[in-house]
């Protein structure tokens, strides 16, 4: 495969700039890759710039930064949200991994600050995998692996 | 780009009008801008229009002006909305940002409208600067910008 | 425009004939129209009615009138029915503006039935602006208009 | 119209034989048609098989069959569920009536098993009615008419 | 039929290798089939993978093995996931067996693994039986068959 081609996108109502980080860790593992980097304002708007991204950029894949409130219309937002990064995934043909931050996992901002990064960190590298061989992370099958956490492992 | 064509979508059912407030901002950002206005009854109405007033007007993006009532209800009919205009994002790969105003955000009128307007306005400039250039709202990436509300700022 | 062809779907689970308010309304606003009606059996059997109505007599719009239980699969089933009469709009370019009863809205059955006329009678209304002029419902825009009760009207 | 094709897919995780029933229900109306019995896993195996059956039969028609049990989690899969036939339904525009049984409608397996009767046989006709004339149920519109129930009946 | 090509679609998020359940039983059931195994992050990645696994290796079918936290938001995501795997079934015209494992289905970490294996093998089958005669399942049609626990069976 020649130079890889990857989409962020990100969001202005996110708390954390996810992206340095997954920029970062993107040129640890494909110093080429061509990076393209679009901002929007919420997740609603990601599905959207996920497929225009892909239609003047024809990117190799793409990874997406989501920052979700607490409140229940937020959850019902990321369930669109959801339905539509997956549509995009579907419709494209082109892998998709998305990184979701919920404000609900931790009360303390730091500690959300350090999910985001954890999370992103692991997504990029998983989004980069997923690319250069589907086959890649099945020797990590079933091995109860977490971003933003530490991994949970397999059952026994 | 040439002139912009943005198309508005507003709905009789909201109570306060958003969409004065979008075009006096657009007006303000974009001088040159012809703006198409359609109205609907309510929030399931506006996929569809979306839709049509894309396809009659060739819009370079849209703007929707939802308003959703209190109940169990009003919050399902916003998920099927939401994944309504996503899906038209999708299917037509033009910008389309959505502003929603949950009725139960304020008990008190005068300031459910003030939320209201502000939210219309920053989106309304949201949406041209997503249109003009993708990479723009980049600066203010995860600095947890809002709309209606102040902005919360990045964690630290 | 020609004469109007407008498509009626309807249901055998609703309590009240909604389709003949529709009808009769239309009437007066289009005396022309042509009005063809079909009727399933509930809310779930309507997108596709709505589809194959539209690829057989292709419709200039249609007016689908659902009637939902009180039960919470009710409630799921009515966000499905949703997704599904978006899609339909979104596909075929046809607006269709829907009428839904909840059966919570009132523990009256004739208050129930009132509020299902006067939604129906609105709502007939409405799909003949829509269609005859997208713009034309712009007077009201931010109105606070409600079908099936009184009107809130706007803050302030 | 010439002979009828009718397709049926139900599953294993059902506790009561409703295809049967519904055989036996279309054979009285439409002795000639020509039927197709698929059977799947579970409801969320439905919505494929429902569009494989069209592809490789061209049914004019569907029934379809679930059983959905009585945890959230079951809930949650009766929604993707009931959007993957109306799409099915949109796609193909071929009618597809559901028959679908919630374990929790009844405490009593006799009463559940009554219910799925009932369901499934008023449903295989108004399956047949609604491919043969999509007007022919119009004479009960709004008459409140229900399946596994007996009919409430229209309000007044 | 030729030798079958089967996909699977796996999780690291997953606490129990279940591909090698899936692939074991495959084995016993077609010893020629060729089997392509793809592993990434978690569901939401899956719908997309079963579209390119697809789309590269024109598979016959495909097994998914998801694996789905506790939180309410592990539900909404399940949901999305449910959709995004219906409508790749939907518009692929594959058959596509969904084997979902909720982490709150057991306290018990064993018990949970032996739930996830039961599932995968007796579905690893089912695929099989649906790949290559739709109606082979139906002598089970109604026998409340399950999967990850003992079979229910019929009422009555």
């Not at 708007?45 to 219309?73: M, T």
């Not at 579907?90 to 990064?117: C, G, M, Q, R």
Request: charged content about 30%; some cysteine.
């Amino acid at each position: 495969m020649s130079r890889l081609k990857i989409g962020i996108i990100d969001t202005t109502f996110a708390r954390v700039d996810m992206a340095s980080v997954v920029i970062e860790e993107i040129r640890k593992l494909e110093p080429q890759a061509e990076i393209i980097r679009w901002t929007v304002p919420g997740i609603k708007d990601i599905p959207g710039a996920a497929k225009r991204i892909i239609d003047f950029h024809n990117c190799d894949g793409l990874i997406v930064l989501g920052w979700v409130g607490k409140e229940f219309v937020d959850k019902l937002s990321y369930v669109a949200y959801s339905v539509g990064i997956m549509l995009v995934g579907i419709l494209t043909s082109k892998p998709i991994i998305d990184v979701t931050v919920h404000e609900e996992e931790s009360e303390d901002p730091k500690e959300l600050k350090k999910i985001a990064i954890d999370r992103a960190r692991k997504h990029a590298r998983n989004l980069i995998h997923v690319i250069k061989d589907p086959t890649y992370l099945t020797k990590w099958s079933g091995k109860g692996l977490r971003q933003g956490y530490p991994d949970v492992g397999p059952i026994d």
